[in-house]
């Protein structure tokens, strides 16, 4: 959960569950008798967010997945969990909700995916082996329900590696606890293995694997276009399980929008952001029903693209038809409240 995120951290990848029951500590759900069980929402959350973020949209969730851990551009460790990561693990299992700490390669002095960090991990089986360690001793000791592995712009050299890291997690961490993977969206299985993504061994070895359905379109790699159209979404999932289990799959939906000024490259921005600056400018937001997210030209030229609420509730439709096990939401503060 997450992708080219650049607002201080890594970005990527996303979640509500719609029901009457209350999620326990373990995110499993009371359901009525004969009815399917509605779909498993992960929010992701920055470390140094606020409460009342969570406290906000906690009904909503089953998972709170909060973005701390950071690899070593050496490869060869990985920081530990912030007390503020820590502070929001109290706060979800105080609401009843789920949490994993999310680990990344991202480098904020690169200002993007470190991918030098990462294939120096990935291809060196002593290295993948103290990670896992240290990674599932974090969770183990400190009460983790989980780990979520968000490493991006990989290789294909890199694939077994990943592949590795996980079976590691599972054979380290206590049986109860969930190892989830997230994976840049591709429309061909060709396409998922050119970015790293073994996805058969993924899907055995993943409790979940999160389709980071975003970024389709963004500000320094294309032109002005949807964050992530639901026509692309649906040709991305359906190549996904073609390898996957659909039952494993959680849909990333993005709660966050691009600029595309004329003359300098854009920036990623929140919701209220987008919306802000389509009102001081006195511009018209307009709603693309294919693609399922809004648009507006500023006055200046600017063009800007967001998938809000409205976005999100078409998502989470297609999760309901296509029978996936979850939606994951990139970012909780970021994105419209959950309702």
Known sequence: MLHRRNLGILATALAITIG???PSATGSLAQPAGRAAPPAVTGYILEGSSDRIVDRDAAALTTLGVADLT???SGKGVTAPSAQALRLLGTAHDHGVRAEPLFSNWSNRLGAFDTRAVSRLLRHEGRVRRVAARLASYVSDQGWDGLNVDLERLRPADGPGLVLLLRELQTRMPVERTVSVDLSAS????????????????????DTVVLMAYDQHGAGWSGPGPVGALTWQRRALAALTTKVPMSKVDLGVAGYGYTWPRNRTGHMVTLEGARRLVREDGARAVWKARPGEWTARLSNGTVLWWSDGRSYDLRHDLAVRRGTHGLALWRL???DALR
């Open 20 to 22: 009457a029951s209350a």
């Open 333 to 335: 503060g970021s994105a």
């Open 187 to 206: 429309t061909s299985v060709r396409g998922y293995r050119a970015l790293g993504y073994r996805l058969g061994p993924l899907g055995q070895v993943a």
């Open 71 to 73: 690899l070593a551009p």
